[in-house]
Every structure is written in structure tokens, then in C-alpha cells.
């Protein structure tokens, strides 16, 4: 669900099946942690290929299980 959306900023929220959460539920992970080694920084990455002025983040206040959504956001920085 995206909740903001304009010239500089998207955030969304993602409730989909999610195999790291899962993962994470069976090892008795934190999700804070396995997320934050594994997948931002090739993700912010990932948006930089396409526009190196994008800054790809998580809401770790809102994520997964504690929340009922996992909070990302891409920013254009200048």
C-alpha cells in the first residue's frame, strides 16, 4: 500500500507473504537485524542504479512482527 507518493519521497507499506520473516519466525530471529544485514544496503543499491540521487530506507519503528506492515521508503536526495 503506498501511503505517500510525490516528486520526492515514496513510502509504502508491505504486507505480502514474506520467506525473511518466516525465516526468521522459525530460527527465532529478529527481523531489525536480518533485514538490516541482508537487504538494505543492496537494495538502496538497487535504486541507485537507476538514479544515483535515490536513498532507499526502513521504518524499523514499523516492521514486521511487532507491526502488522514493514515501512520502506525512496527518497530523491540532492
Known sequence: MVLLKNDRKLVYHL???C???EACRILDL??????GALFDE?????VKLYD???KFYRNY?????ECGYCEEVIELCE
Do not use: A, N, W
Open 19 to 21: 520467506s525473511t520473516l
Open 52 to 54: 544515483p540521487r535515490l
Open 61 to 65: 519503528d514499523k516492521l514486521r512482527p
Open 42 to 46: 543492496s537494495t538502496d543499491l538497487l
Open 15 to 17: 504486507s505480502h507473504f
Open 30 to 35: 529478529e527481523t531489525h537485524h536480518v533485514c
